[in-house]
DNA sequence: TCACGTTGTAATGTATGCAATTTTTTCAGT
DNA sequence: ACTGAAAAAATTGCATACATTACAACGTGA
């Protein structure tokens, strides 16, 4: 099917939900497509070229951009274009720790709220985000474990927390694919299954300590130590300054 | 000055301060209009007639309302136009709900790393609100108190909160225009002063207490408890639908 | 050779016109 | 009058053309 077809039937594109109007389309595409990391960061996306791939004008790839650039997964920058987004190290670490935060939040309200529906869907997406990454789809993988934790915050039934989350995981999954070390499992979905079991009993105490450390070992599975190779030349060379 | 001289200079609108393209001075116009509910919730937003009013096309009308709809302060749509969102008392209670869970993580970091210049800052900024509450002016009144919590937010040094913040902070403001009850002073500057001095003075757990409570007095000026009038026919007929 | 201003090109910002959809109005039938 | 269908009007979605801005290449003068 091409991308084309795919824009006038209105199914949505993989893991990503959505209907309606054209933009919905190229933006589940986009967004994938970085988070999947088809999209390096730093990567400098051309209206007009995006236009071209998707078979639609600027003005949709316009709307689509501004919505990716609300949720700081691509940076838009007025009169210069919008480029995939790259967080420093220490940016990330906003992330995380904003993440420890909603998470808690998170963990503690679907344990109040959560259905039997809900904990049966959820079960599902471990399932085949197991399955991707035994079939080493790591980009898809990735993706998954973070609608994992998306799944949660639905069961929260809060909506701006639901928000929120949504652009953290989609930047956690940006770093993620920025700074992991080694390449091993990053969500272990054996964590998330734990997780799951937790707050299926009704333990709120255990499930919000095990995503607690289920964040732990997440950031410790980065390389946010500041070893890596940096853009910022005042960062590269702060040694020689005297000041 | 007119509007349209205003979108040629690029001076930021009363609070709201960006700079840059057009939408965004129409998205701070728009977005000042709700906050001090000359824009009643429920409101169309017509887009033609927004453009003539600011003098720009309708595109950049669009995008402004595209990125309200991002925030939640308005309710985008498809095919059917923007409206001033009108929280209902659920939805309230759970943007209470994120408040304290958000407020309490960004009473704690700016505890720890609020500077002396930005402590003169929002010190300056309870004054202002005084002001404006002392000579009537309800509407800016609202949205300066709102400010002080975003200022807050900066003081966090954590970008991913300033911005859930800021969502957060437009919402309750709507929610305060919406279901104050009285029409008493809101946001006691008092409290801010509190808790500004609990903050220079490194108190985190006195600060982070003077926050819930402040929240809690907040609400309670709410008339949350179910008793203001609602357009859903089914709410409305609950009592009477035995199944 | 380097600094710097100039010009040309490419990309973004904005306006406008047409197509598709929704809402309102009209009007026949009961 | 009231209901319901059909036509008309209004409004949003999208594409395209033009204006404006940033970037790069080039050339000039020290």
């Not at 991308?3 to 949505?12: A, D, F, G, R, Y």
């Not at 039997?116 to 035994?134: P, S």
């Amino acid at each position: 099917m091409s991308v084309k077809e795919q824009l006038s039937t209105n199914k949505p594109v993989k893991g990503t939900s959505k209907a309606g109007t054209q933009d919905d389309v190229v933006y589940a595409h986009i967004f994938d497509a970085i988070l999947e990391q088809r999209l390096a960061p730093g990567t400098k996306l051309n209206e007009e070229a995006l236009g071209e791939i998707f078979g639609v004008s600027r003005t949709v790839i316009r709307r689509a951009l501004s919505r990716l650039g609300h949720e700081q997964i691509v940076i838009l920058r007025p009169n210069r274009g919008a480029v995939v987004a790259s967080p420093t190290i220490d940016e990330a670490r906003q992330v995380f720790l904003a993440r420890r935060i909603v998470e808690q939040a998170v963990t503690e309200q679907a344990v109040l709220h959560a259905t039997k529906e809900q904990i049966e869907i959820i079960r599902g997406m471990v399932v085949e985000e197991q399955a991707c990454f035994d079939r080493g789809d790591r980009g898809a993988g990735i993706r998954l474990s973070g609608e994992f934790h998306l799944q949660l915050a639905k069961m929260a039934r809060n909506a701006p927390l639901l928000n929120f989350q949504r652009s953290l995981v989609s930047q956690t999954s940006l770093i993620i694919a920025q700074y992991e070390t080694g390449g091993k499992s990053h969500c272990s979905f054996d964590e998330h299954n734990q997780l799951i079991a937790a707050i299926e009993s009704g333990e709120q105490a255990k499930a919000v300590e095990l995503m607690m450390h289920h964040l732990d070992h997440i950031e410790a599975k980065l390389n946010l130590d500041g070893e890596g190779a940096s853009d910022d030349l005042h960062a590269v060379f702060s040694h020689l300054i005297s000041r």
